[in-house]
């Protein structure tokens, strides 16, 4: 499959606004978003920024969906993918998350981790950050409010920098608590 990561452009607001208001985002906070919404984020320079780098997803010559990465001044930077529903189910999510780990660690020498945090019951998001070298390493249960008042839980996972050089993964010592 022939995939490119293309940086968005500031002069890209229409094409951004279309995007992100043409589909609906079953696993995201607000899965509808509306122009003004999106208009204000893109004010805020909620996608491009210092702190904030955006890429489009690029399939086939088609637009296949949107890549975020946010805090990338911090040494734990998230990211937030979107692929558009006639995509999902392709691969392109794992190709997607494969890519930006490697550009988060080549390009941010301080980046000790790179988080993600889905919906508990994004099973396809949760397998492909697993197929990527990613860990669970949180559960919050009723920590995912979504529109239409249902809350769900959500599943934190990161890779570690030493993980992803070495190829090896960390599993977090979950039985440390101490019992009375």
Same mark, same amino acid.
């Given at each position: 499959?022939? +995939?490119?990561?293309? $940086? *968005?452009?500031?002069?890209?607001?229409? @094409?951004?606004?279309?995007?992100?208001?043409?589909?609906?985002?079953?696993?995201?906070?607000?899965?509808? /978003?509306?122009?003004?919404?999106?208009?204000?984020? +893109?004010?805020?320079?909620?996608?491009?920024?210092?702190?904030? $780098?955006?890429?489009? +997803?690029?399939? =086939?010559?088609?637009?296949?969906?949107? *890549?975020?990465?946010?805090? *990338?001044?911090?040494?734990? @930077? /998230?990211? &937030?993918?979107? /692929?558009?529903?006639?995509?999902?189910? !392709?691969?392109?999510?794992?190709?997607?998350?494969?890519?930006?780990?490697?550009?988060?660690?080549?390009?941010?020498?301080?980046?000790?981790? +790179?988080?993600?945090?889905?919906?508990?019951?994004?099973?396809?998001? $949760?397998?492909?950050? !697993?197929?990527?070298?990613?860990?669970?390493?949180?559960?919050?249960?009723?920590?995912?409010?979504?529109?239409? =008042?249902?809350?769900? &839980?959500?599943?934190?996972?990161?890779? *570690?920098?030493?993980?992803?050089?070495?190829? &090896?993964?960390?599993?977090?010592?979950?039985?440390?608590?101490?019992?009375?």
């Amino acid at each position: 499959m022939d +995939i490119i990561f293309r $940086r *968005l452009a500031t002069t890209e607001t229409e @094409p951004l606004i279309r995007f992100l208001t043409s589909e609906n985002w079953p696993f995201h906070g607000a899965g509808e /978003l509306d122009r003004e919404t999106v208009g204000g984020w +893109i004010t805020e320079g909620r996608f491009e920024s210092a702190e904030n $780098r955006t890429f489009w +997803i690029v399939a =086939g010559g088609a637009t296949a969906g949107l *890549l975020r990465l946010m805090d *990338l001044a911090d040494q734990t @930077p /998230l990211f &937030d993918l979107r /692929l558009r529903a006639e995509d999902r189910g !392709r691969g392109i999510g794992t190709l997607a998350v494969t890519w930006l780990t490697r550009y988060v660690f080549e390009e941010f020498p301080d980046a000790r981790r +790179i988080e993600a945090h889905t919906r508990q019951d994004n099973l396809a998001m $949760r397998r492909v950050l !697993r197929r990527c070298g990613y860990v669970k390493e949180a559960h919050y249960r009723d920590g995912w409010p979504s529109s239409g =008042g249902a809350v769900h &839980d959500a599943v934190g996972y990161a890779v *570690l920098r030493r993980d992803w050089t070495s190829g &090896d993964v960390t599993v977090p010592q979950w039985n440390d608590e101490p019992f009375d």
